[in-house]
């Protein structure tokens, strides 16, 4: 079935660091790719998705680009603050079983 | 565009007793979804419904879990009786257009349910 893969955490680091966190997934078909960021105490909410192959997702800074041949989506800031501290999800939807699937989310923490 | 409402925020039972959870989605949006998540993990789809009818609940506990949509808005999830692994968030998310998902997917807060 379909999965998603993401890098473990906690990632840690400096506001104002280059920030990456690797997401990789197995679908048939063509699916569609997600990022969702999770605030401490609440719901998950959209952060950018992309449709298709070699589309690039962006929103707030961070960007994610739709690479089949590598079967990635890894999410990209050049610039974080302390206020991007949270938990990431990738994930994707519409591939072999129609049924969303989420990574186990990888937590952000960045110091002043 | 008012968001996902759940209702309650937070829940503590002891086991073996029953729980429901209500969501209300985004207005016109077709596709609703209960998500279990548990501590550390991500979400993990119970039940997705398209309009009041259910498009896969293949890993809905069914024998103590059942969710309805009357009407095709507001929806229930209800569990019976509720088991000490059964503590998590439940999310409640909707979407507009198809039940791909293709759009994204608008979540509520959830509700907290600890199970004693």
């Known amino acids: 079935g379909d999965s998603v893969t993401q890098m473990e955490g906690p990632v840690t680091l400096s506001e104002e660091a280059f920030l990456t966190i690797n997401c990789t997934y197995t679908?048939?078909?063509?699916?569609?790719l997600f990022w969702y960021v999770q605030y401490p105490g609440e719901g998950l909410q959209l952060l950018l998705k992309?449709?298709?192959?070699?589309d690039k997702g962006s929103n707030k800074g961070f960007e994610a680009t739709y690479r089949k041949e590598t079967t990635s989506f890894h999410l990209e800031k050049g610039s974080v603050q302390v206020s991007d501290s949270a938990v990431y999800f990738c994930?994707?939807?519409?591939?072999?079983?129609?049924?969303?699937?989420f990574g186990r989310g990888t937590s952000l923490i960045v110091h002043p | 565009e008012a968001g996902v409402a759940q209702s309650p925020r937070y829940k503590i039972i002891e086991k073996r007793q029953s729980v429901a959870f209500w969501c209300n989605p985004i207005?016109?949006?077709?596709?609703l979804y209960w998500y279990q998540q548990i501590l550390g993990q991500g979400p993990k789809l119970l039940i997705q419904?398209?309009?009041?009818?259910?498009?896969?609940d293949s890993q809905l506990p069914k024998d103590r879990f059942s969710a309805e949509r009357l009407k095709g808005v507001d929806s229930t999830l209800k569990i019976q009786p509720a088991k000490l692994e059964d503590s998590a968030v439940y999310l409640c998310?909707?979407?507009?257009?198809?039940?791909?998902?293709?759009?994204?997917?608008?979540f509520g807060s959830g509700t907290r349910l600890t199970v004693v």
């Open positions: 994930a994707l939807s519409g591939g072999g079983s129609y049924i969303p699937t």
């Open positions: 419904f398209q309009n009041n009818g259910v498009v896969d």
């Open positions: 998310a909707s979407s507009f257009g198809s039940h791909r998902g293709d759009y994204g997917y608008t």
């Open positions: 992309a449709t298709k192959a070699d």
């Open positions: 207005s016109g949006h077709a596709t």
């Open positions: 679908a048939t078909g063509y699916p569609s």
